[in-house]
């Protein structure tokens, strides 16, 4: 069967909420569909004119005309700012069908509440009151996601998202804050762990980073090249040699003492650090880069270097007062038997390298960050321009 493309919107009100991660958890968790694309966006006028002119035109009823309304109402800009929605792409056979089916229908789980079963992202986070005495009037609707459930209207709203996003940043600004001195941006990373395999798992770490009260302002999948991951992860490489090289310097010889019952110097126990431990500390160095990458260091081509990686992370920036501190007191220490419980890496974690996630340890180191990552620019409309080029 044919593998194509559709989309989830999370509505402004469900990003405000911080139900960002439980949407994410049920998609990819159950979808059994690839999530290969993602930004954080803000619907201006024309945009929000638009799609609620394309979902009035894919099945005029009232279920669609009720989204069509919100759309118009709460998507786009009031009071003068722009609202952030969270664009989310997936591929796979039938991607509509099941999108739809993990999302729900806008009826008639919501008329009354002893019908909700909390199996669907609707039942979870949406909610729908009609009048008591009339229950085709309906007083407050909230549908915490939008999705197509026919292919060809996807299609059709993924041209008009593709149209929206082209030139624009990956970070969003739609928020004047009183006192600019005081906020921060931080850089997050859901590394190639989290992603092996459908789980829950990112969703889950995004919940548990929406407890600082921070806000999301991008998000974006990346694949990092040899060359970015070497780049990002330069610092660490000294670090690892000074912390290393004694700590295995010394094993290296308690071994041999112990193996050939001799006593060794510690002239040469200083030899074997700065070769035997300099030499583990640059495995432990390569090993980072291939976890993150994909590609071993030696083992690319030059003319390769550069190439987005075989495997996948998710990068997040997170705005808001003391963002760099806040983060890293839910992430937790790098190793993550020693981190505190409640904290990512103690509940995600496996050891000091695959840590489930990455965050930015200073203002400056973020800046460094952001700029290897180039966190402004996201594929995802040139994915479904790809995409759509295709299916013509």
């Given at each position: 069967?044919?593998q194509?493309l559709?989309?989830v919107?999370v509505?402004?009100y469900?990003?405000a909420?911080?139900?960002?991660?439980?949407?994410?958890?049920?998609?990819?968790s159950?979808a059994e569909?690839e999530?290969?694309?993602?930004?954080m966006?803000?619907?201006n006028?024309?945009?929000t004119?638009e799609?609620?002119?394309?979902?009035r035109?894919?099945?005029?009823t009232?279920?669609?005309?009720?989204l069509?309304d919100?759309?118009?109402q709460n998507?786009g800009p009031?009071?003068?700012r722009e609202?952030?929605?969270?664009?989310?792409?997936?591929r796979g056979?039938?991607?509509?069908?099941?999108?739809?089916?993990i999302c729900?229908?806008?009826?008639?789980?919501h008329?009354d509440?002893?019908d909700?079963?909390?199996?669907?992202?609707r039942?979870?986070y949406?909610?729908?009151?009609?009048?008591p005495g009339?229950?085709?009037?309906?007083?407050?609707?909230?549908p915490?996601?939008?999705?197509?459930?026919?292919?060809?209207?996807?299609d059709?709203?993924l041209?008009?998202?593709?149209?929206?996003?082209?030139?624009?940043?990956?970070i969003?600004?739609?928020?004047?804050?009183?006192d600019?001195?005081?906020?921060e941006q931080t850089l997050v990373?859901?590394k190639?762990?989290?992603?092996q395999y459908?789980?829950?798992?990112?969703g889950?770490i995004?919940?548990?980073f929406?407890?600082?009260?921070l806000?999301?302002?991008?998000?974006?999948?990346?694949?990092?090249?040899?060359?970015?991951?070497?780049?990002?992860?330069?610092?660490?490489e000294?670090?690892?040699?000074?912390?290393?090289a004694?700590?295995?310097?010394?094993k290296?010889?308690?071994l041999?003492?112990?193996?050939?019952?001799?006593?060794l110097?510690?002239?040469?126990e200083?030899?074997?650090?700065?070769?035997?431990g300099v030499r583990?500390?640059?495995d432990q160095?390569?090993q980072i880069?291939?976890?993150?990458?994909?590609?071993?260091?030696?083992?690319?081509p030059p003319?390769e270097?550069?190439?987005?990686g075989?495997?996948?992370?998710?990068?997040?920036?997170?705005?808001g007062?003391?963002?760099v501190k806040?983060?890293?007191?839910?992430?937790?220490?790098?190793?993550p038997l020693?981190?505190?419980?409640?904290?990512?890496r103690?509940?995600?974690?496996?050891?000091?390298?695959?840590?489930?996630?990455?965050?930015?340890?200073?203002?400056e180191?973020?800046?460094?960050?952001?700029g290897?990552?180039?966190?402004?620019e996201n594929?995802l409309?040139?994915i479904?321009?790809?995409y759509?080029?295709v299916r013509?």
């Amino acid at each position: 069967m044919e593998q194509t493309l559709s989309y989830v919107l999370v509505t402004p009100y469900t990003i405000a909420k911080s139900r960002t991660g439980g949407v994410l958890s049920r998609l990819i968790s159950r979808a059994e569909l690839e999530l290969v694309g993602c930004q954080m966006i803000t619907a201006n006028e024309a945009l929000t004119r638009e799609y609620a002119d394309l979902l009035r035109k894919q099945n005029p009823t009232s279920d669609v005309t009720l989204l069509a309304d919100y759309v118009e109402q709460n998507l786009g800009p009031s009071g003068g700012r722009e609202h952030r929605s969270l664009l989310l792409l997936f591929r796979g056979e039938d991607p509509c069908g099941k999108l739809a089916a993990i999302c729900g229908h806008l009826y008639p789980e919501h008329r009354d509440v002893d019908d909700v079963t909390g199996e669907t992202i609707r039942d979870t986070y949406a909610d729908l009151i009609t009048d008591p005495g009339d229950p085709k009037k309906v007083t407050y609707f909230e549908p915490a996601v939008i999705t197509s459930r026919s292919q060809d209207w996807a299609d059709k709203d993924l041209a008009l998202f593709a149209r929206f996003l082209k030139g624009r940043e990956n970070i969003v600004h739609n928020l004047q804050h009183l006192d600019p001195s005081k906020i921060e941006q931080t850089l997050v990373i859901l590394k190639p762990d989290n992603w092996q395999y459908a789980s829950s798992k990112p969703g889950t770490i995004i919940d548990m980073f929406s407890r600082t009260g921070l806000r999301i302002v991008g998000i974006k999948l990346h694949r990092f090249s040899l060359a970015q991951a070497l780049e990002f992860y330069g610092p660490v490489e000294e670090a690892l040699r000074e912390k290393l090289a004694p700590i295995f310097g010394k094993k290296a010889r308690e071994l041999l003492e112990k193996e050939f019952e001799i006593t060794l110097t510690d002239d040469i126990e200083k030899s074997l650090s700065a070769c035997f431990g300099v030499r583990y500390a640059k495995d432990q160095f390569d090993q980072i880069i291939e976890f993150m990458s994909g590609t071993r260091t030696g083992k690319c081509p030059p003319d390769e270097i550069s190439n987005p990686g075989s495997v996948k992370c998710m990068i997040l920036i997170y705005e808001g007062e003391n963002a760099v501190k806040k983060i890293r007191d839910v992430l937790g220490p790098t190793d993550p038997l020693k981190a505190p419980g409640g904290t990512v890496r103690r509940e995600f974690g496996s050891n000091v390298m695959v840590n489930t996630a990455h965050a930015s340890d200073s203002v400056e180191s973020v800046n460094r960050e952001k700029g290897i990552v180039k966190v402004n620019e996201n594929p995802l409309g040139s994915i479904i321009e790809a995409y759509l080029a295709v299916r013509k």
